[in-house]
């Protein structure tokens, strides 16, 4: 039987890149890719009304430059940028270098994989049925620009007795096609019932030619007004 890759995983180098940049030697690749993790983790976690859709770390010498992009950067820098102080110093406890702060609007959620995924992951733990919650996140991806997306959910949907995956796809989504610019992610609900998961591929058209950087270029050509300079 044939079996689904990671579109990320399958694309990276040809259209996509790491979330993590760097190169380390010996022991310090370990010690750097645990910073990474504790980083993304108390991000994540710290941060769920910010809208967080990935985390990309970059460490130049001995800086640590860490990007968020999220829908509602205002949540991240707060008040007259007393948020991001803080958030600087308390990242600059995880990680022995030190830490310079990004933060890039992302203008357009509906057609980011990771917070639909999350979008329809809450509408699921407020009880609002799953199929009008993947309908609603289908269309509007439709309406801003995307050229295809399939939604995914499993498990004990609406309460039934036996967990089952219901899924909903409208336009293109080319999974073998490598150039094909595919965005995916995937979500966990908590339910009354146990858990849902949720996976969303949406199509945002072809990248012509191998250039790794070309999804990340895209991304913020189309949010060039709100990209916030480094502190």
């Known amino acids: 039987m044939g079996h689904k890759s990671n579109p990320i995983g399958l694309r990276l180098q040809i259209n996509r ?10 022991a310090d690749y370990g010690r750097l890719l645990l910073e990474d993790l504790k980083i993304r983790q108390f991000i994540f976690k710290n941060m769920p009304q910010a809208a967080i859709s990935k985390v990309v770390i970059e460490r130049p010498a001995k800086l640590c430059r860490v990007s968020i992009y999220a829908a509602r950067p205002g949540v991240i820098i707060g008040k007259k940028g007393a948020d991001i102080e803080k958030l600087r110093k308390k990242l600059g406890a995880l990680t022995s270098s030190d830490v310079s702060l990004n933060i890039v609007e992302i203008r357009k959620p509906e057609v980011d994989s990771r917070l ?28 801003l620009g995307a050229e295809g997306i399939k939604i995914t959910c499993g498990g004990r949907l609406g309460g039934a007795e036996i967990a089952r995956v219901e899924w909903y796809r409208e336009g293109r989504v080319p999974l073998h096609t490598l150039r094909a610019n595919v965005d995916y992610a995937e979500a966990t609900a908590h339910t009354a019932y146990g858990v849902c998961g949720i996976k969303v591929w949406i199509f945002k058209g072809e990248i012509l030619g191998h250039d790794p950087f070309a999804t990340d270029r895209l991304m913020l050509e189309a949010q060039t007004s709100g990209v916030r300079p480094a502190r």
Do not use: H, N, P, Y
Request: hydrophobic share 45%; glycine share 6%; no cysteine.
């Open 17 to 26: 890149t790491w979330d993590s940049r760097w190169f380390a030697e010996g």
């Open 116 to 143: 639909v995924a999350q979008g329809i992951a809450d509408q699921l733990e407020r009880r609002v049925a799953f199929r009008r919650a993947m309908k609603r996140a289908v269309q509007s991806a439709l309406r």
